[in-house]
C-alpha cells in the first residue's frame, strides 16, 4: 500500500488550477492555427488574436479567460493508495481547488445556494467524480467550464424510434440555437445513452479527449465527422460572426441504456478549452 501524504496532492491540485487557466493546451492551439486561411479576412484575424492571448496569459501567468470556470476533477484512484491522517480524496481536491483559486487570483464563481446566491469564495464545491483502478497512482484530469459554454448545452430524452437521425438534429439544432452564446469556434461534447442523471456527464466526459484524437468506433468516427461537417455550414462562426469555422471538433461518448430510452447531451465547449491531466 502506498501512503500519499495529503499536503502533496493539495498543492499539485492548487498548481493544476494555475495550470489550465494560464496555459491553453497544444492541441487546441494546433487545430485553431490550422483554421487560419492566411486570407487576410475577419476570421483570421479573431483566430490570432486568440493565439496571442494564450501567449499573453501563459507567459504573464494571467487567466485566458475571466471566467476561470467550475473547476470539474476527474480521478482515477489506484486502490492501492492510502492518504496521511485519513483524509478522504473529495477533501482534498476541494481543499486544493479553494488554496489554487485564492493564491493564483482566479475568479470565484461558485455560490452556495441556486437561489440565494450567496458566493462560496472559494470556488468550491468542485465537480469531482472518482474511479477506482487498480495501480498505486492517482490521475487527475481537470476541466474549468466557463458558465456562458455550459448554459448553452442541452439534454433530450428522445425514444429509440427518433434513431440516430433524431439525435444529429438535436445536436446541430442546439449549436444552431445556442452555439454564438458558447464563444466559438467550439469543441462539443456529446453522450448518449445512459439515463437522466448519467448522459451529461457522458457528454462531459467527451471533452477530456484530445483534438485530433479517433473515437474507439468506426461507426462513432463517422458520426463525429457528419455532425462536425453539419455544424460547420451553420454559418456561425467564429465568435457568432459567420464563417465556416464554428467548431473545431465533436466528440461523442456513449453508455449502454434502457430498451425504451434513448438520452442525449450536448455539452458545449468554448475556444478556451482548459484541461490537464497529471500522475500523482
Not at 208 to 218: A, C, F, P, Q
Not at 239 to 260: D, N, Q, R, S, Y
Request: charged share 25%; aromatic share 6%.
Amino acid at each position: 500500500m502506498r501512503q500519499i501524504k495529503k499536503s502533496d496532492i493539495i498543492l499539485k491540485i492548487e498548481n493544476l488550477c494555475a495550470d489550465i487557466n494560464y496555459d491553453l493546451s497544444d492541441d487546441v492551439l494546433c487545430s485553431i492555427q490550422k483554421n487560419i486561411k492566411n486570407d487576410n479576412s475577419f476570421a483570421d484575424t479573431i483566430l490570432m488574436e486568440i493565439i496571442e492571448n494564450a501567449k499573453i496569459a501563459k507567459y504573464e501567468k494571467i487567466a485566458l479567460c475571466q471566467d476561470t470556470g467550475t473547476a470539474n476533477v476527474f480521478v482515477k484512484c489506484g486502490k492501492n493508495v492510502c492518504f496521511s491522517d485519513n483524509s478522504d480524496i473529495y477533501s482534498i481536491i476541494n481543499e486544493g481547488v479553494k488554496n489554487g483559486y485564492q493564491k493564483y487570483h482566479l475568479r470565484k464563481s461558485i455560490v452556495a445556494d441556486p437561489i440565494e446566491r450567496m458566493n462560496t469564495q472559494t470556488n468550491t464545491p468542485a465537480n469531482i467524480y472518482v474511479d477506482f483502478v487498480e495501480g498505486d497512482k492517482i490521475e487527475v484530469t481537470m476541466l474549468a467550464k466557463g458558465g456562458g459554454s455550459e448554459n448553452a448545452s442541452a439534454l433530450k430524452m428522445l425514444t429509440p424510434a427518433d434513431g440516430w437521425k433524431g439525435i444529429r438534429n438535436f445536436i446541430v439544432d442546439t449549436v444552431k440555437e445556442k452555439g454564438a452564446n458558447a464563444c466559438p469556434p467550439l469543441i462539443i461534447g456529446v453522450g448518449i445513452g445512459g439515463d437522466f442523471a448519467s448522459v451529461g456527464l457522458v457528454a462531459k466526459k467527451a471533452l477530456l479527449r484530445d483534438i485530433g484524437s479517433k473515437n474507439t468506433s468506426e461507426n462513432y468516427i463517422e458520426k463525429e465527422n457528419e455532425l462536425l461537417s453539419e455544424i460547420n455550414k451553420l454559418n456561425i462562426g467564429i465568435m457568432g460572426l459567420g464563417g465556416k469555422c464554428t467548431a473545431l471538433a465533436v466528440f461523442i461518448e456513449t453508455k449502454p441504456c434502457h430498451i425504451a430510452s434513448l438520452p442525449v447531451a450536448v455539452n458545449l465547449q468554448c475556444h478556451s478549452h482548459r484541461k490537464k491531466t497529471i500522475i500523482i
